[in-house]
């Protein structure tokens, strides 16, 4: 309980007590003094994770305009409608499925009206991060994936990968359940893996289960060699993005009375380096630094609260530098047509961000940071090849040439980014 508040209720008890009389009738007063402050306590911490729900699904308006800017003009509203829509069907996914595996916690029975109603935030705000997934997948496969297949693979992703991932790590599953049992021989063999905003549970995940998506679905068809249509979309998406990570990493402590200022400056040190190194590395790539500045903030989730501002900076522009370098060697080496680079940013740099803890903090252990991302890679990346690739073996996951050359805004949607143009 923060201290002013502490010292306000402490003085109101004081003020009582000295124009109270001493009785049944002073002990009353006391104790509904003592349940206003605790209703106070609660409706505080609600407000808290509150914020950082509504701020992460702000982040979320950063995912569709980063896919805006990088995308071709033909593919601008598939992008916004995307992002939008699984939002909703990862909400959908997580209600009904995915928050009771990680959490043994349930929305179905009578409403929960106990600590002003927290549970219900708390979904609210671990949603966020559940939904971050497809939204990952999303800037990977833009331009030539379906819409609906895309979305079934996403809701998939939510309702069971994500939760499976979350209840070893994160969550509280069910007490007797296998996913219990596997978390505690985890924790008690292998130790507490600290990841503490998701470089590798949520950034990680996404970007290794787009990379099968991608590897799946090929290239797209080489009709232009400009691939973006708006830097100033771009850059806003970023900016978005940037402004809401504040709340995704010092939120992540789960409640007001644990917040932290160190977790604030580590991340903006990790922004600063990460985008300073792409600066320089990229010379001056405006598609890399505003990059640049994610793959800073992607690296810095896991060891937020623990490194020191200095180590913050580095561990950044590290990130910043693996952006730059992996993108080039993804596209121009490897043959991987990853629009938004979302293997290398959140992918790579997400494991970067995961293992760096245990490089660069003394009491954490780099041998466990080591087997967990393993773990979480092999379960990301077995499930991505799994479930795309049934869906194409299926109903397909790709569009049509014709399709993906008129654009995926007029062949999905039935609409252009700017109708009155095409008048």
Avoid at 91 to 110: E, R, V
Avoid at 261 to 288: C, E, P, Q, R, Y
């Amino acid at each position: 309980m923060p201290i002013i508040t502490k010292l306000v209720a402490i003085a109101i008890v004081l003020f009582a007590g000295l124009f109270t009389p001493a009785s049944a009738e002073s002990a009353e007063i006391t104790q509904g003094l003592s349940a206003t402050v605790a209703n106070l306590s609660d409706s505080t911490n609600v407000l808290f994770i509150l914020i950082g729900g509504f701020m992460i699904l702000f982040m979320h308006g950063g995912f569709a305009f980063l896919e805006v800017g990088s995308v071709r003009k033909k593919n601008q509203v598939n992008a916004l409608n995307k992002i939008l829509c699984e939002y909703g069907f990862s909400c959908l996914a997580y209600f009904f499925i995915g928050y009771g595996i990680a959490n043994a916690t349930g929305f179905l029975g009578p409403i929960d009206e106990t600590n002003s109603g927290i549970s219900y935030v708390k979904f609210f705000m671990y949603l966020g991060f559940a939904a971050c997934i497809p939204a990952i997948i999303s800037g990977g496969v833009a331009e030539r994936a379906k819409f609906w297949t895309n979305s079934l693979a996403g809701f998939i992703f939510v309702a069971f990968v994500y939760p499976f991932i979350e209840a070893l790590t994160w969550g509280g599953p069910a007490e007797g359940s296998w996913l219990a049992s596997a978390q505690s021989y985890l924790q008690t063999n292998v130790g507490e893996f600290q990841d503490f905003a998701g470089s590798v549970i949520v950034h990680g995940v996404g970007g290794w289960l787009a990379l099968p998506a991608i590897m799946l679905l090929g290239p797209r068809i080489k009709n232009s060699s400009i691939k973006v249509s708006s830097i100033p979309w771009l850059a806003l998406g970023s900016w978005m993005l940037i402004v809401g990570w504040f709340s995704f990493n010092v939120m992540s402590a789960g409640n007001i009375w644990d917040v932290s200022g160190l977790v604030a400056i580590n991340s903006l040190m990790a922004m600063v380096g990460g985008t300073l190194a792409a600066l320089v590395l990229s010379k001056n790539d405006a598609g890399f630094v505003h990059n640049g500045a994610l793959a800073g903030l992607v690296a810095i989730c896991a060891g937020s609260n623990v490194y020191h501002p200095l180590e913050a900076l580095f561990v950044g522009a590290i990130a910043g530098a693996i952006f730059v370098y992996m993108f080039s060697v993804e596209t121009e080496k490897m043959g991987i047509d990853d629009v938004l680079g979302v293997w290398p940013l959140h992918g790579i740099c997400g494991v970067w961000g995961g293992l760096a803890v245990g490089l660069f903090v003394s009491d954490i252990s780099f041998l466990t940071q080591l087997i967990y991302t393993l773990i979480i890679v092999g379960i990301s990346l077995l499930a991505g090849f799994i479930v795309y690739g049934i869906l194409k073996k299926t109903v397909g996951i790709r569009l049509s040439e014709h399709e993906e050359l008129r654009g995926s805004d007029l062949t999905i949607h039935k609409i252009e980014s700017r109708p009155e143009e095409s008048i």
